[in-house]
């Protein structure tokens, strides 16, 4: 995977990078408490994103949760992770959960389609293409 940028702080840790396959940006941030969030916040703001809706405690008390942003590097999928000492327990699990939703942004954003009667293989490498790199950060 090409590193696109890579931040690590005290308070929280980012990197964007690019998936090979349908040649997607993903940014993973994962915070650690308020501050290295509103560290995020304004790296973000950097790239211009407009950060105004992730300010609301709904995003910042979350689990996880996953976006599509346009940014100065282009349309990029976002997953965040909250780190805080009380979400660390559920870390795999919501890392497994917020893989989910960003592999269904991801082919949305493709127009690729679910098939109820079909192998879905499309999704699952995804899953595991993006799965197998999240899960080494």
């Known amino acids: 995977m090409d590193t696109i940028l890579e ?15 349908y040649s997607s940006k993903i940014c993973f941030v994962r915070f650690n408490d308020d501050k290295g969030y509103d560290q995020v916040i304004k790296f973000l703001r950097g790239i211009n994103v407009d950060c105004d809706s992730y300010d609301a405690s709904e995003y910042r008390d979350a689990y996880g949760f996953v976006a599509k942003e346009k940014t100065k590097y282009g349309n990029v999928h976002f997953m965040f992770m909250n780190m805080c000492e009380e979400y660390k327990s559920e870390y795999v699990n919501t890392l497994s959960h917020e893989t989910y939703h960003l592999v269904n942004n991801i082919c949305s954003h493709h127009g690729l389609e679910f098939h109820p009667t079909g192998d879905n293989e499309h999704i699952a490498y995804l899953t595991g293409a993006i799965y197998s790199e999240l899960n080494k950060m």
């Not at 931040?7 to 980012?14: G, R, S, T």
């Open 7 to 21: 931040i690590k702080k005290k308070n929280f840790y980012l990197r964007m990078f690019i998936l090979p396959i």
